[in-house]
């Protein structure tokens, strides 16, 4: 990487047309998949803070963040019994590009590996797919390798937007196969 270049979030996009062939997610038994409902603030920010974002949400920042209408009718949450164990907002990056984005995903280290994740991924794209949207895409971290792992499952393409990223992603790469290999 060069010197002269600060740290930048990996990008990673899907065509509306490749999600269209995106396989429904099957739900976990005992979940629902359901949008945001008031009421969902303080569920949602204590699961940002399980996740690995690093930064502090409250309930003025959640209450700004989902005031959009994007992400007011279009995000996901993954909940039994009332508790929400995955979420995912439903943003827009460039609406005159017409992008979509899925943003700040994250499920309770408790349920991963239950493809909650995924459902709300999947639901999410097909909603801002739904509202028009020609690709959706998302920003995600190089050592959140089971992230990217599941992003890449999904049809979700790496985005080469600056010249330190194709090194980046042959890393990522090497150690998604490492992890396979080693299994």
Do not use: N
Not at 69 to 80: D, F, H, K, L, Q
Not at 113 to 131: F, I, N
């Amino acid at each position: 990487m060069s010197a002269s270049l600060p740290p930048k979030q990996l990008s990673m996009a899907m065509s509306a047309e490749r999600s269209r062939r995106m396989p429904r997610a099957k739900l976990a038994p005992g979940f629902e998949l359901r949008a945001y409902r008031p009421g969902d603030e303080d569920g949602w920010i204590a699961l940002i803070g399980a996740g690995e974002f690093g930064s502090a949400w409250d309930r003025r920042r959640f209450e700004e963040y989902i005031a959009a209408p994007e992400r007011r009718e279009g995000s996901r949450v993954a909940a039994m019994g009332g508790r929400i164990a995955a979420a995912t907002f439903a943003s827009v990056e460039d609406a005159a590009e017409s992008v979509g984005r899925v943003d700040f995903v994250v499920s309770h280290p408790d349920v991963r590996g239950l493809g909650l994740g995924r459902a709300v991924c999947s639901e999410v794209t097909r909603y801002l797919v739904g509202r028009g949207y020609g690709s959706v895409m998302l920003y995600t971290d190089d050592w959140r390798l089971p992230a990217i792992g599941l992003y890449l499952s999904m049809g979700f393409e790496p985005q080469m937007s600056r010249e330190d990223m194709p090194a980046r992603w042959r890393a990522i790469m090497e150690a998604l196969e490492g992890a396979r290999a080693s299994r």
